[in-house]
Every structure is written in C-alpha cells, then in structure tokens.
C-alpha cells in the first residue's frame, strides 16, 4: 500500500537545510505540534507578563516600603481595576479573555463570529482606554 508523501524542508542551527519525506499524516502532525508550542508560548508570554504584575503587587505589602508608597500604590490599583470596570462590555470581555483566560485574537474572534483585526483593535482600544485612565 503506497502511502502519500510530501518533502518537508528544515533549517538546522548551523544554517544547513535538509529535507525529507514523510507521510502526510506525519506532515499534519508535526504542523499541529508546531502550532501548539507556538499558543503555548504566547500563553507563557502573557502569564509571565501578569506574574511579573502579580510579583509587582506582593511587593506592594513590602516592610520596606513606607506607608505613604503603599497608600499610593493601594490608590493606583484601585483606579486601575475601577477604569477595567468602566471599560464598555465588549472590551473588557474581549480583554479578559486575552490577557487572564490565555484565549489568541483568533480564538475570540471564532468563539465570537467576528474577524481578528475587530479583536485586535478593540483590545487595543482597552489598553489605551487604561492607559489614559489610569494616568489621570
């Protein structure tokens, strides 16, 4: 039984391409597993991008720090969470499910039936909404 077969070329560190031949499942394999660790790391990317917001907040409680930082510190957060509040419904979703469940642009998007460059942008919108909030 032949099977189907496709070439598959590879870079290696050193610059040097090779190729080989495998089955086409095989091909489909490994561009599911590349696709995979791709999501992955974006997911890492975010959830090291929040820790180091998290790691941010415990050394708010630091004995170090004198009462006054802490109270100011206490202040931004809690303008911070109250401008995600005021954010319209569609972008704080849209935000949420980027940035704390780990959802891609093109997951909300086919989750929510509208193209990718709407989610982009209004997450987009959501940050520079924040951002104006948050420096007044």
Do not use: C, W
């Amino acid at each position: 039984m032949d099977m189907a077969t496709v070439d598959i070329e590879y870079r290696l560190a050193s610059g040097q391409r090779i190729r080989i031949e495998v089955s086409i499942e095989v091909k489909e394999l490994l561009e599911h597993s590349s696709r995979q660790t791709r999501s992955q790391r974006r997911k890492d990317r975010r959830y090291l991008d929040f820790v180091g917001g998290v790691q941010e907040f415990e050394r708010f409680a630091s004995p170090h720090e004198d009462f006054a930082d802490l109270l100011n510190k206490a202040d931004s957060y809690k303008r911070l969470y109250a401008a995600i509040d005021r954010l319209p419904n569609l972008q704080r979703r849209r935000l949420n499910l980027y940035y704390f469940e780990g959802l891609t642009y093109r997951q909300i998007a086919e989750t929510e039936g509208v193209g990718l460059a709407a989610v982009a942008r209004s997450v987009k919108r959501a940050l520079n909404s924040l951002n104006g909030l948050q420096a007044q």
